[in-house]
């Protein structure tokens, strides 16, 4: 049974960075984070493949980071100059492709129990 655990959310203000980490018990397919405001459906905000290529949505290119640490079994994402409509819970999840990694949520098996990220104007 694969594990996921998502950590770092929390409250920051517009413009600031927060960093969430996710310990997977198996990282060896695609991974991805996604989010899901109140009220709206659940988004995909960007996935990394095996090689480590990274994809974003557009909301979030320049502003948010992928990676992972494969030696950690580690998914991390980056968000830098947040903005209140960041203000979601923040999923981590792992699918069952390597490469060509897409942010739709029936290619992924595997999810966390979410972390909640809360950005004030």
């Known amino acids: 049974q694969v594990h996921l655990a998502e950590s770092g959310g929390g409250p920051v203000q517009a413009g600031g960075s927060l960093r969430l980490s996710c310990v997977a018990s198996d990282s060896s397919y695609c991974m991805a984070w996604f989010r899901q405001a109140p009220g709206r459906e659940r988004e995909g905000v960007a996935t990394i493949d095996v090689d480590g290529v990274p994809n974003y949505a557009n909301f979030v290119k320049g502003r948010f980071t992928i990676s992972k640490d494969n030696a950690k079994n580690t998914l991390y994402l980056q968000m830098t100059s947040l903005k209140p409509e960041d203000t979601a819970t923040y999923y981590c999840?792992?699918?069952?492709?390597?490469?060509?990694?897409?942010?739709?949520?029936?290619?992924?098996?595997?999810w966390g129990q979410g972390t909640q990220v809360t950005v004030s104007s």
């Open positions: 999840a792992l699918g069952r492709a390597w490469r060509l990694c897409r942010r739709q949520i029936p290619e992924y098996d595997y």
